[in-house]
């Protein structure tokens, strides 16, 4: 027998159980309908256990069939659950819920797999079989702490490589965690730390997203991560999250919206000076952008400035904006862009020099990213500069390069990722 064609269990299900199948995989009640040719009316009342509205094995394998889901392991999962918040425990594993003939074939089912056979069902379908993953009811000290090392992993991630993958884990993750913010009965603190740390989570999905250049994925997770921020009031991650949104508006070419962004998180005396260097710096890159020279300067000196009253602190992801690399990044970054946009000799070399700091100073098994981003755009000022001209490669700027990283930003263009193939062409576009 085909196995897409699962008979149905000989035992019905009730209604509600089955609804809490359907809903535990996340398929709609319309889909089941419309595709099994069925009256979404008449499915709703059996889902709702009316009488005379019974599961009859017709509307199971109905259910089977359109979610590809075997209903009696599913509902076995259902029914744990629902045991272990009423207290009431058990296992699934028992006789009365495993028979002797699925647990033979089971078993004869690894044998065959152990020595190399077929797995006998499409792998997704194996996998949907486990129903959606099941988010603490009450989440204690135990899990918010678990949750926020994973947001730390997910942050170290995501600055030494980038990429999709970064960003899906992180959306895996925020898809566990939403829920638990509408737990009812929560301590306050403990409310206030899981709303931080899903907030963490999901700007760094934004970012993360940003940094591939799925733009509109970006602005919904932003906007996630600045409500959860507000939510639990915390001040630094609210202004992170506003100067990256700013940061995307400007690459996109809205620098009036950039700086109108910026300005909701400025006037917050409460944000600590690392964060303000951030702030700062992306007006600066706005204003660079802009063309505007004098206010360009003094949002880099204001960043300087912020940078100076900056201490290490916590969470870490603060004290880790306290760094010089950063600093000399993200001005030099803006010097570059004044340079670009009307600027004269002296800001392109005083964006060379900054960025050249930068370079020496990242830490390439950390942040490899913010390394790379620096170095190719440090290339391309020396490329304009004329320090390459005739061709000639620079064989120190290889030896910079990060050592066993493959870097996965979509900021990197086709001049960026010349620098991280292993014969580097930059001394052909200069000719």
């Not at 699934?92 to 495993?98: D, F, H, S, V």
Request: proline content about 5%; overall charge neutral.
């Amino acid at each position: 027998m085909s196995s897409d064609s699962a008979a149905p269990p000989t035992q019905p299900l009730d209604g509600p159980t089955l609804r809490a199948v359907r809903e535990s995989i996340g398929v709609p009640l319309r889909k089941i309908a419309r595709t099994a040719g069925m009256s979404h009316g008449h499915l709703s009342k059996v889902e709702r256990g009316e009488h005379g509205r019974p599961v009859t094995p017709a509307i199971m394998s109905a259910y089977e069939r359109v979610t590809g889901v075997k209903l009696a392991e599913a509902a076995a999962g259902v029914t744990e659950r629902r045991n272990r918040e009423t207290g009431r425990g058990g296992k699934t594993w028992t006789p009365g819920q495993l028979t002797e003939l699925r647990r033979q074939g089971y078993n004869a089912a690894i044998g065959a797999l152990a020595i190399g056979g077929h797995l006998g069902e499409p792998m997704s379908r194996l996998i949907d079989a486990t129903g959606r993953p099941l988010t603490p009811e009450q989440p204690d000290q135990l899990e918010i702490a678990q949750l926020e090392q994973l947001a730390g992993l997910l942050t170290a991630l995501d600055m030494r490589y980038g990429g999709a993958l970064v960003a899906q884990l992180a959306k895996a993750l925020l898809r566990w965690a939403a829920p638990m913010l509408h737990t009812s009965g929560m301590d306050p603190e403990h409310d206030r730390r899981l709303h931080a740390t899903v907030g963490v989570i999901a700007h760094r999905a934004g970012w993360a997203a940003y940094d591939i250049q799925a733009h509109e994925a970006a602005r919904s997770l932003f906007r996630f991560a600045l409500h959860t921020a507000t939510l639990g009031a915390e001040h630094d991650l609210r202004g992170h999250v506003l100067a990256d949104i700013a940061a995307q508006h400007n690459q996109l070419g809205y620098r009036r919206d950039a700086l109108d962004i910026i300005r909701l998180a400025e006037g917050d005396e409460r944000i600590a000076p690392a964060v303000r260097v951030v702030l700062h710096g992306v007006k600066a890159r706005t204003y660079g952008c802009l063309g505007d020279s004098d206010a360009c300067l003094r949002q880099i000196g204001a960043a300087e400035d912020a940078f100076s009253q900056a201490s290490p602190g916590q969470p870490d992801w603060v004290a880790n904006l306290a760094n010089p690399a950063r600093l000399y990044a993200i001005t030099g970054h803006a010097m570059a862009d004044l340079a670009e946009h009307g600027g004269d000799q002296p800001h392109r070399k005083q964006a060379i020099q900054r960025l050249n700091q930068a370079v020496d100073q990242f830490d390439t098994t950390v942040h490899a990213r913010a390394h790379a981003l620096c170095l190719t755009r440090l290339a391309t000022l020396l490329v304009l500069n004329g320090d390459l001209a005739g061709g000639e490669q620079p064989k120190w700027m290889n030896q910079r390069l990060p050592q066993g990283v493959s870097l996965r930003s979509g900021r990197l263009g086709p001049m960026d990722q010349a620098w991280q193939a292993e014969e580097p062409v930059i001394g052909n576009q200069a000719k």
